[in-house]
């Protein structure tokens, strides 16, 4: 009877703990190459990689997911995932605590040559048709001069689908990360038919962040340590050629 007993109370203890912890969960954008994006179902790209060696140098496992820019939004509002390759602006201030930057990217404007326009400012958009990603912020001056609609924003899911447009001329120009705009236009063979402007629209600097309801500044502390210290050991150099001239 006694190990009945015992036996039974075993049970109800496994019944209350959970199986495994999961791993910490870091949501990401699927349709930004060559930063993020993805492929075949998994997160690829420089932000996950990025990510990935980071956490495995604080030894904390971390799964990196990718989805649609919106849902990754979403799902850093609400707690459910961390959000990598993120831009600062201030609404996100007052949602998300931050890491130091990760990356800087430079957002420039690719043009349709027959459109062709010289651009050295906001200002200059004005009543163009600008390809954009649906949910992305682009910097201050950007997001207001949208919001007051000096231009049209036509917004896509992804650059791919924004630099289509921009060929067949329903758009003037899009906005997209150089280096990922370069290596569309490598991939496709767009030279003859798209510009880049030497002004840039903003450069930003990209985070790790976790809604503040989680209190993970502690762990981004941990993050930035270790961010920090592959930046002084050149693996942080390392990955980032690795990933960008593949």
């Given at each position: 009877m ?6 039974g ?22 349709a930004?190459?060559?930063f993020m994006?993805?492929?075949a ?8 990689a ?5 956490f ?16 990754v939004l979403k799902?850093g509002k609400d707690g459910?995932?961390?959000i990598g390759?993120?831009?600062?602006n201030?609404?996100r201030?007052?949602i998300f605590d ?11 404007l690719?043009?349709?040559?027959d459109?062709?326009?010289n651009?050295?400012g ?7 048709k600008?390809g ?7 910097g201050?001056d950007f ?12 917004e ?8 289509k447009?921009?060929?067949?001329g329903?758009?003037?120009c ?5 280096l ?5 236009i490598a ?7 798209i510009?880049m402007s030497?002004t840039p ?5 990209t ?9 993970k ?23 980032i050629k ?5």
């Open positions: 006694k190990k009945q007993v015992i036996f109370f075993c049970l109800l203890c496994l019944a209350v703990l959970p199986a495994h912890a999961q791993d910490l969960e870091i949501a990401v954008d699927n930004n190459p060559p994006y993805n492929d179902g998994k997160a690829a790209g420089l932000y996950p990025m990510l990935t060696a980071i495995s140098k604080m030894n904390v496992p971390v799964k990196v997911s990718a989805y649609p820019w919106k849902r799902m459910a995932a961390g390759g993120i831009y600062k201030p609404d201030l007052k931050y890491s130091d930057s990760i990356f800087s990217e430079r957002l420039v690719f043009i349709n040559k459109k062709a326009f651009y050295s906001v200002k200059d958009l004005s009543g163009k600008v954009i990603l649906l949910g992305w912020s682009y201050a997001d207001e001069a949208k919001a007051q609609k000096a231009f049209i924003a036509e896509g899911k992804s650059d791919e689908a924004n630099f447009k921009l060929t067949q329903w758009l003037d899009v906005v997209a990360i150089e990922a705009g370069q290596k569309l991939q496709e063979k767009l030279q003859d038919k510009v030497g629209v903003a450069i930003n600097d985070y790790l962040v976790f809604a503040k309801s989680l209190d500044k502690s762990l981004l502390t941990q993050f930035n340590n270790a961010l920090a210290g592959m930046k002084n050991d050149g693996s942080y150099d390392g990955i690795g990933v960008i001239s593949d």
